[in-house]
């Protein structure tokens, strides 16, 4: 049997050397604590698994969904924008489709948008799908320059010219998975001129729009002016509302750009059950408090780590936003030889940066969705080091 070259060409998988080392430890009872994924650890709020019970015993729902998306659905998406952004007028049968989790969008735009041999312009640092959807479909990546003097702000304006004329797409996404920096509005600007400058299409990947600490309250890229000309927004229910089982995304923005993504997943999936997308409405236009104290738990688990960080030798700056604490490794230490340190000698696994793209070397990624008590025993296990 012969498989297709892509597969050889995608990089290893983040997890999977880490996943090795765990499982030999487990296998000799030795208790491993991860703080490498992302994945809330705290339940689905009561009432939008309560939508999601009263939806499923509805015959109507047993059918194939709509490829696009309910029209109820889109509805919902495009009025939780306005309501929680001040985005108002989003059309929903032109500019709103259903995704099956914003990854799946995220793989699909390559194919919408990505020829072979063609550029894409990833972040130096950033979720891993957006170098491996171009993988699969013959792109190239180039990888933008994030760095802390520049706030982790990728920088698109170093691209060569010989890159930009193969380019089509450009990922952005702030507050930023793995770096939990985030973007103002200038930054956004300058993203819109330079994507109308070369013909690019932005995505706006905001998974993290509703994890704010200290006051913090992240924008929606389309809060800026022209920038539904050139741009879709990714959001997803999975970090907002606990949801990252359930699968249930949107893309909003830029009506071409959501038909040509359109047009791939209707040759590929069939959308999302219809009583998900059901409790999605709950979870956009039901009460948002849950996410208030989401936020309050995340931040606590933060102050944890940012106080316990000086003491077992790594900075970071206090993040503002999203699930994680971006640490810098000690002097001497590459960041896959600090990971496999912390995994060999306290046994907690972190993320190593470099998994994340070039920029992402020299640093690790601690995740905050681990409770309370076991977050204190992996600190405890790193400061006996
Ligand atoms: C978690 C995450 C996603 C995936 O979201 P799903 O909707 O669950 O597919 C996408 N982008 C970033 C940056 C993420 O951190």
Redesign the pocket.
């Known amino acids: 049997m012969r498989t297709a070259d892509r597969i050889a060409a995608l990089p290893p998988y983040l997890f999977a050397e880490i996943d090795r080392k765990k499982e030999a430890k487990q296998a000799q009872g030795i208790d491993v604590i991860s703080l490498g994924i992302?994945?809330p650890d705290t339940p689905t709020p009561d009432h939008i698994v309560d939508a999601m019970a009263t939806a499923i015993r509805n015959p109507e729902n047993h059918r194939y969904p709509s490829y696009v998306g309910a029209k109820r659905y889109r509805a919902a998406a495009c009025e939780w924008m306005d309501r929680r952004f001040g985005v108002s007028g989003l059309d929903p049968d032109s500019e709103c489709l259903a995704?099956?989790?914003?990854?799946?969008?995220?793989a699909h735009l390559f194919t919408a948008f990505v020829d072979p041999g063609d550029y894409t312009l990833v972040p130096g640092a950033?979720?891993p799908?957006y170098h491996t959807g171009g993988i699969m479909v013959g792109g190239l990546t180039h990888w933008m320059p994030m760095t802390e003097a520049n706030g982790f702000l990728a920088d698109f304006e170093s691209t060569p010219a010989s890159v930009l004329a193969k380019a089509k797409m450009m990922f952005l996404?702030y507050p930023?998975?793995?770096t939990s920096a985030i973007a103002n509005d200038e930054y956004f600007d300058r993203a819109i001129a330079f994507a109308n400058k070369h013909d690019l299409l932005i995505v706006h990947?905001n998974?993290?729009s509703e994890i704010g600490f200290d006051g913090y309250v992240a924008p929606s890229f389309l809060e800026r002016p022209g920038a539904r000309d050139v741009t879709i927004e990714?959001f997803?229910?999975?970090?907002a509302y606990n949801?990252?089982g359930w699968?249930?995304?949107f893309a909003v923005g830029n009506a071409a750009a959501i038909k040509a993504l359109g047009t791939v997943k209707s040759n590929i999936d069939s959308g999302i059950f219809t009583a998900v997308q059901d409790a999605a409405i709950e979870a956009f236009l039901g009460p948002q408090d849950s996410i208030r104290e989401l936020n309050a738990l995340y931040q606590r688990r933060r102050d944890l780590v940012m106080g316990a960080l000086g003491k077992i030798g790594l900075s970071a700056a206090t993040p503002k936003s999203?699930i994680y604490v971006w640490a810098n490794v000690p002097d001497g230490f590459t960041s896959a030889d600090f990971a496999t340190k912390l995994l060999e000698e306290a046994n907690v696994i972190v993320a190593p940066g470099n998994a994340y793209g070039p920029s992402g070397e020299g640093f690790i990624r601690i995740s905050l969705t681990t409770p309370d008590v076991r977050l204190e025993e992996a600190i405890a296990r790193i400061e006996a080091l």
Do not use: F, H, Q
Request: hydrophobic share 30%; aromatic share 6%.
């Open positions: 992302g994945d995704l099956i989790g914003s990854k799946e969008g995220i950033g979720y799908v996404s930023n998975n793995p990947d998974a993290y990714l997803s229910c999975s970090k949801m990252t699968r249930a995304a999203t």
